[in-house]
């Protein structure tokens, strides 16, 4: 926790030089989070199919000390659901099934209780069929190899929550039923599929899936943290995720995979349009999934994504198709925010509405803040050093104009502070903020920094 606080503390200054590449402005963003010691990140940038930034950070193994690189690989969770969205499309395109077929005609459990079920109501989780699943935390049997046909036992007798088409509900149990379509359809297990259809065909030469009781090179290890400490994720058998998240890769793989897609080289233009496009309900209101794909915006950028998580890893793959920009980042430890670094990482790439205007925002508000004029013998109280950690230590000084400023530790660059109220500053060129704490004596004591949801206090000295 050391390393996080220090880094907060530096990312003041490093996101403050408007002269900074791309790569040190991204680099400033993963090691506010990520250190070498402790479990990584891999991140990649890609503009136009090319990659534009990669970094690895980290450690695959704890207990080997074994550093994370480019080509670890790692478990991607429900980013799997576009593989298993895009299989059925192949076989749609072959003549093999129609999305708006039963689900009873593929799987004999389903002959009833999914008589109204379409592939396509799976396919963006309208089908009203229950989350529930052998992947649930309170599932003691992690540990335990289970056929397609056991994972579908176990939910088959759940009654709808909702008639299909009626509502959106994510379910990875309707994406056990479309890996098991899959099956039937091609009668070739969902692996064999993937590999010969997907990975073999477009050169993902290290993705595997499901089962990791078999070697396979460059594999990362996933951690929890408990108590402030790393501990070891428990195992999880991936024929648990089977078609709804047991797909292990690396970011360089998962370019090739975004690449594939939009180059048409696995469908056609007007399947992968479907796939990526949203869709709708009965009532014809629009939700934000297509077949394996969410949507959202960042800012005035629309967004098409997936994120994944299983014991021990996170993970996450973003397409900005209005600027054709694909981040994807892979972690093993399912303990920090991955979505929100992606996300930030996005923010440095997409325009900005209105880039000639500095703004300070916060969560409740967009306006402009101003800055009000503070007695210089209430700013000469805040001067001073602040203890963020023991000898790492903020200045906060008053120049000769009477603009007091925070200088970072190692850093020769001073960042002014605005006032807002009479002990609350804000930073111009960031999302970020100081409060100087006061006890009853009326005398400083230390400051609080908040950036982005983000808080740290120091100490004065």
Not at 42 to 49: I, P, R
Not at 393 to 413: E, F, R, S, V
Not at 421 to 447: G, R
Request: charged share 20%.
């Amino acid at each position: 926790m050391n390393i996080f606080f220090i880094r907060f503390a530096f990312l003041f200054i490093t996101f403050f030089s408007f002269s900074q590449s791309y790569e040190s402005k991204i680099d400033s963003i993963i090691s506010l989070k990520y250190s070498t010691n402790e479990p990584g990140i891999t991140v990649l940038v890609a503009k136009d199919g090319k990659v534009i930034y990669q970094k690895a950070i980290g450690k695959s193994n704890l207990e080997l000390s074994i550093p994370i690189e480019l080509n670890s690989v790692f478990q991607i969770g429900s980013i799997t659901k576009q593989f298993t969205a895009v299989s059925i499309l192949m076989l749609a395109e072959k003549g093999k099934l129609n999305i708006e077929d039963k689900i009873g005609k593929y799987i004999p459990e389903y002959a009833e209780v999914g008589k109204d079920i379409s592939i396509h109501h799976l396919l963006n989780h309208t089908a009203g069929i229950k989350n529930k699943t052998l992947l649930s935390e309170r599932y003691n049997g992690s540990r335990m190899d289970k056929s397609p046909k056991e994972l579908i036992t176990y939910f088959k007798d759940e009654p709808l929550e909702f008639i299909p088409g009626e509502k959106f509900k994510y379910s990875n149990a309707g994406y056990i039923l479309l890996g098991q379509i899959i099956e039937k359809v091609s009668m070739q297990s969902y692996g064999e599929f993937i590999q010969e259809n997907i990975f073999d065909k477009i050169g993902m030469t290290s993705s595997y899936f499901g089962d990791i009781r078999h070697s396979i090179p460059n594999l990362t290890k996933g951690y929890i943290i408990e108590q402030n400490e790393f501990i070891n994720a428990d195992y999880m058998n991936l024929s648990l995720a089977y078609s709804a998240g047991a797909i292990l890769s690396t970011t360089e793989d998962l370019l090739k995979w975004q690449n594939a897609l939009l180059s048409n080289t696995l469908l056609k233009e007007s399947s992968i349009k479907q796939a990526m496009t949203p869709t709708l309900l009965n009532s014809g209101k629009r939700i934000p999934y297509g077949y394996g794909f969410r949507f959202s915006k960042l800012g005035n950028s629309p967004v098409i994504a997936h994120t994944g998580s299983t014991k021990g890893f996170t993970s996450i793959a973003l397409f900005l198709p209005q600027e054709n920009i694909y981040i994807t980042a892979l972690t093993n430890c399912n303990c920090k925010n991955v979505n929100n670094i992606v996300k930030q990482v996005a923010e440095l790439l997409v325009p900005k509405p209105d880039s000639n205007k500095v703004t300070a925002v916060t969560k409740t508000s967009k306006k402009e803040k101003k800055a009000i004029a503070v007695p210089v013998e209430i700013l000469n109280r805040y001067t001073g050093t602040y203890e963020v950690n023991p000898n790492v230590n903020l200045k906060i000084g008053l120049d000769n104009a009477n603009q007091l400023y925070l200088l970072a530790p190692g850093q020769t660059k001073r960042v002014e502070l605005f006032a807002e109220t009479q002990n609350l500053f804000f930073i111009k060129i960031v999302n970020a903020e100081i409060t100087f704490n006061i006890n009853e004596m009326n005398k400083v004591i230390s400051l609080t920094m908040n950036q982005s949801g983000r808080k740290i206090i120091a100490k004065k000295n």
